[in-house]
């Protein structure tokens, strides 16, 4: 499947290196619990994850009465997973859309993430999915940025509203609202600007954005996706916690898990700041965008 596919390298260097740490280890010590922290912690699990994560592991290997190393295993994705779903049912958070009625999606992240291929492959799927779909080109900031959206708009069939570069965003989305509504959409995705460089500015412009579209669609935006790039790590993490101080975000796309081996990340944003990710990104293609399956994800890497 895709997913297999796409993890691939993080499946390769996770599953060697535990694998490995099994081999030489044999006998579960406080020698083999500490490589293991650094085999997590190499993986971007994220330090704060990682240590709740030993405990946990601890503490079951003791109460089951755990002796061997290869026992371990099992229990470690058991533990994954269960830091990953904390106290939700095991399931895939599927988008909040919204039955009969505009939903409206608002798209942040910082330039290069992939924003504009994500929304570009969310458009073409909720499409196929029989939905009504319109775009609006809110990030007037980048450049290239609304005619890169354009052609991802025209590859999935779906209209782009637009203005100049330069234009007021929250204008931008106001006339994709109209237009969504006159042409009775079932959602509207909405692009932003990610300017990270300037916190102030892009809380001003995030808020600005979102109350047009509170004033405007009663209920909405029905979700705040936030874009992140799995290759870069720990910055992902970072920037996860500056947006989500601008704004209420709802769910993450996380980016290239293809091309990285690093995928623990998932589980760092899931465990530190308790927003669910909602989507993979696994290629460059359209269908490369997958609905995020932690369960799949945790035992993949073990695969
Ligand atoms: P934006 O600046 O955030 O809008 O970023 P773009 O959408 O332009 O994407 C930046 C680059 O990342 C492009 O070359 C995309 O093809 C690539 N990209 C986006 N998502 C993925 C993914 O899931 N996997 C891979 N391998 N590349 C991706």
Known sequence: ???????????????????????????????????????????????????????????????????????VKDVISEKLVEIYYGDDNEQIEALNLQENQLSVILVVGVNGVGKTTSIGKLAQQLKQDGKRVVLAAGDTFRAGAIEQLEIWGERAGVDVVKQGAGSDPAAVIFDGIKAAKSREADVLICDTAGRLQNKVNLMNELSKVKRVIEREVPGAPHEVLLVLDATTGQNALSQAKTFSEATDVSGIVLTKLDGTAKGGIVLAIRNELNIPVKFAGLGEQITDLQPFDAHAFVYGLFA
């Open 1 to 71: 499947t895709k997913y297999k596919e796409g993890m691939k390298k993080t499946r390769n260097s996770f599953s060697g290196k535990i694998n490995d740490l099994i081999a030489r280890y044999r006998k579960v010590d406080e020698d083999f619990f500490e490589e293991l922290e650094e085999v997590l912690i190499s993986a971007d699990v994220g330090v704060m994850t990682v240590m709740d994560l030993i405990d946990e592991l601890k503490m079951e290997v003791k109460r089951r009465n755990i002796k061997d190393t290869k026992e």
